[in-house]
């Protein structure tokens, strides 16, 4: 039975490509080679049409939605988002979707880039353990969602059930040196942002439109510390940026960059110097930018509450030579000289790091910011656990904390992968006296013991 359902596929393809099932001209079948988030497949370098056979597998899975929290998600291949097909604008595309005979319930495909009835929902209605198949011509160059259309919609979507399609304009787009693919989506879960355990859907919440998380790829931390973004300087790095919804807008930015470009809705208008780009739930933009100067870049919604809140914040990590004719400055901290650092001084380390990274949210008083970020002077939570703050260094920290008696909801990413032993101790020993704390030291052993630990 598997080797006839294998020919059948075979003499499928072998008939789209001699046009006997409605194609007009022969044409190569190629099969597409889906990769997870935030990778894309890669760019196309041919000049004719294909039948472009793409497999998607609906799969409703369990996965952290926040450290500590699961959730039950429901899938495109078992991510979210779901893989960016890449096609070429005037190919064929054969969608095969296949639900997981573990679901719990028919799953569909809406695409956008689908000019027919129901974008294919109506003819893809797959119940478990079955597969169905649509064909349609990309005709349109453009950036696309799509997403599960199955009743309520709203509640497929909320789950997770949202991609991308990317259909390239037949003369191929511009060389980018970086491409990455990252959708927005809005989350409502019974318990409060940051409650622990297995969290189940809320109806009530999705109808008031009063989602618990705003993320970036499904998971808070998702494109953080060692799975964030990276390019180098003088890169053209190019951000195919959707918005699942099912309900927000999204105000997207990237702090310390202006865009170079933007298709408006990955339409045919092109903007240029752009600061914050309006996506739309089920829209897209195609956003590129040029990383000049090194350091790292947050990726937010500037609808800000959702970032620093409710944990829409991803990070662009920017490597290369500094670049001083574009970018210098001091902060209030007290001065220091680059030329005379000594490498083996931890307060001259962890001085050059607070002003570089932590001044930056901390401030240069280290006093915060009311609402957002917590004070690192005269700090209760520091003084009281030096060591505990090595680990938040390390690997973040995310959720409800009070510092001096007020609270404030954490959204420290983790510069475990971007700083060393010797620049996390000297940082915490640096902080630890000045700004009116306790004083002591923190070593390099110390944090190294704490980032090796199992």
Known sequence: MRNGKMFLRMS??????????????????????????????????????AVVVVHLRTQEKVMEIADGVRYDFWTFNGTVPGPLIRVREGD???????????AHMSHNIDLHAVMGPGG?????????????????????????????????????????MYGMILVEPAEGLPKADEEYYLMQGD??????????GLQSFDMQKLLDERPTYVLFNGREGSL????????????????????????????????????????????????????????????????????????????????????????ALGQLVVSGAARTDLYQGHSGA??????K????????????????????????????????????????????????AIGIVLHGLHGKITVNNTGYESQMPAFGGQLSDQEIAGVLTFVLNNFNNRGGQVSADEVHAVRTAP
């Not at 989350?187 to 622990?196: I, Q, R």
């Not at 180098?232 to 951000?239: I, N």
């Open 187 to 196: 989350f409502y879960t019974t318990g409060a942002y940051h409650d622990p």
């Open 334 to 339: 007290p001065e220091f000289k680059e030329s």
């Open 224 to 311: 953080i510390g060692s799975q964030a973004l990276t390019s180098h300087t003088g890169d053209k790095v190019r951000l195919y940026v959707g918005n699942g919804g099912p309900n927000l807008v999204s105000s997207f930015h990237v702090i310390g960059q202006i865009f170079d470009s933007v298709a408006v809705e990955a339409g045919s208008v092109i903007n240029h110097n752009v600061q914050t780009t309006l996506i739309p739930s089920g829209g897209a933009d195609v956003v590129e930018m040029s990383t000049l100067v090194p350091g790292t870049y947050l990726l937010v919604d500037h609808s800000i509450t959702r970032t620093f809140m409710k944990g």
């Open 92 to 102: 064929t595309v054969e969608l095969h979707l296949e639900n997981d005979p573990h």
């Open 120 to 160: 294919g929902a109506a003819v893809t209605v797959t119940p478990p353990g079955h597969e169905s198949i649509l064909r349609f011509k990309a005709m349109r160059a453009g950036l696309f969602v799509y997403h599960c259309a199955t009743a309520p919609v709203p509640m497929h979507i909320a789950n997770g």
């Open 12 to 49: 499928r393809h072998f008939l789209l490509a001699l046009g006997m099932l409605g194609t007009a001209v022969a044409e190569p079948v190629i099969q597409e080679q889906l990769v997870a988030p935030p990778n894309v497949p890669a760019p196309i370098h041919r000049s004719e049409s």
């Open 341 to 388: 650092l000594d490498p083996n001084d931890p307060m001259a380390i962890g001085r050059k790091v607070f002003t570089q990274i932590c001044s930056a949210c901390h401030q240069s008083n280290a006093m915060g910011l009311p609402g957002a970020f917590p004070p690192l002077a005269m700090s209760d939570f520091l003084n009281a656990s030096p060591k505990r």
